[in-house]
């Protein structure tokens, strides 16, 4: 499997390479939004901008990146959501239903640009970015984007 591909199939152990605790989801199972799915894995960049904020993925190489804009092309014109999973469990799920979401290509990935006219959603929409950033900038975890609840990537800040 290449290097810039990744699946999450669940964890039946933890980040330590002990045995899993009862809650924690066992072989074959998760909570992750990418289970069965393959998807680039992405660098993320989070910044706030007018109205809202925008991710930043970009890929090491021209496969990752290539998939990454087809999954892109195909998918960004309805909802997306973030998920940071820890050990194969969400942590943190942001859907960004109170916001316009496209998707531009980049050169090495694309921006995904989230905003809002009303001021209320353009505020709970930086917070989403707040908590994006933080989330997904803690060691051991990894931030799925899905748009129509379809991964198109995964990785991390």
């Avoid at 706030?48 to 014109?77: P, W």
């Avoid at 194969?88 to 109170?98: D, K, M, P, V, W």
């Avoid at 694309?110 to 933080?134: E, F, P, V």
Wanted: net charge negative.
């Amino acid at each position: 499997m290449s290097s810039t591909m990744m699946t999450d199939r669940g964890m039946a152990a933890t980040a330590f390479g002990g045995p899993a605790a009862p809650w924690q989801a066992a072989a074959g199972q998760t909570a992750a939004p990418a289970a069965n799915w393959m998807v680039p894995r992405c660098k993320y960049e989070f910044e706030k901008c007018a109205g809202g904020f925008k991710i930043h993925c970009s890929c090491e190489d021209e496969v990752a990146c290539a998939t990454l804009q087809n999954l892109c092309r195909m998918l960004a014109d309805g909802m997306c959501s973030c998920a940071c999973t820890c050990n194969g469990i969400t942590i943190c799920q942001c859907n960004l239903a109170i916001g316009w979401c496209h998707c531009e290509m980049t050169k090495d990935g694309c921006c995904i640009t989230c905003t809002s006219g009303d001021k209320k959603c353009a505020t709970m929409l930086q917070a989403c970015c707040d908590c994006l950033a933080a989330c997904c900038c803690e060691p051991g975890c990894c931030c799925y984007i899905s748009f129509n609840n379809t991964p198109c990537c995964c990785g991390k800040c």
